[in-house]
């Protein structure tokens, strides 16, 4: 229940276990499927192109419209994101 989308503006909260959830959360493709990197068992990151709208204020993805998984190896390359998800 914790997801956190990380792109060239910062830091942005998807989803807190027993906290906010954005709406489209749960309509997410597996993520897995194009490079995932785990970090502790099956939890860990991934690459990503969505869309989504935020609240700059707290720092949260207020809906997710869409997302595409994309290989690892693409957010690896984009210099724009920061070094660990690069």
Partial sequence: ANWWLTDAAGQWTIGLQGGHQAPGLNSLPDMRTKGWVET????????A??????DEPTGRVTRIYSATPLPIKRCIADRKLPPRDR
């Fill in 40 to 47: 502790n068992g099956s939890y860990g990151y991934g690459c």
């Fill in 49 to 54: 192109c969505m869309q989504v709208t935020t």
